[in-house]
């Protein structure tokens, strides 16, 4: 069995910043890309930033040159540090990764989400 165990979340406001955690825990034999995604009240869950293995990026237009993703391969962690946070960024952002364990082919799983709330 696989967990991701996000942290991070919280209120914060207009132009603050905010770091989300994301921890792959469980029969991890090999993880693949890792990601946050985001949904908003009324809307569809969208990508936010992705990381390969390798360390490639990709980021939503919205949040290119503030939001940063990085990850720890030794760790399992994948991070989100957001900054210049604007309204428009309150969502459920949920974490998910692309893995195979020791018992079964490769997959995705998605994390429980956490709220992030920007507001004055």
């Known amino acids: 069995q696989v967990q991701l165990v996000e942290s991070g979340g919280g209120l914060v406001q207009p132009g603050g910043s905010l770091r989300l955690s994301c921890a792959a825990v469980?029969?991890?034999?090999?993880?693949?890309?890792m990601g946050w995604h985001r949904q908003a009240p009324g809307k569809q869950r969208e990508l936010v930033a992705a990381?390969?293995?390798?360390?490639?990026?990709n980021y939503a237009d919205s949040v290119k040159g503030r939001f940063t993703i990085s990850r720890d391969n030794a760790k399992n962690t994948v991070f989100l540090q957001m900054n210049s946070l604007k309204p428009e960024d309150t969502a459920v952002y949920y974490c998910?990764?692309?893995?195979?364990?020791?018992?079964?082919?490769?997959?995705?799983?998605w994390g429980q989400g956490t709220q992030v709330t920007v507001s004055s």
């Open positions: 998910n990764t692309n893995l195979q364990t020791f018992f079964s082919g490769r997959r995705d799983y």
């Open positions: 990381i390969t293995s390798a360390g490639s990026t």
């Open positions: 469980g029969n991890i034999f090999t993880i693949y890309a």
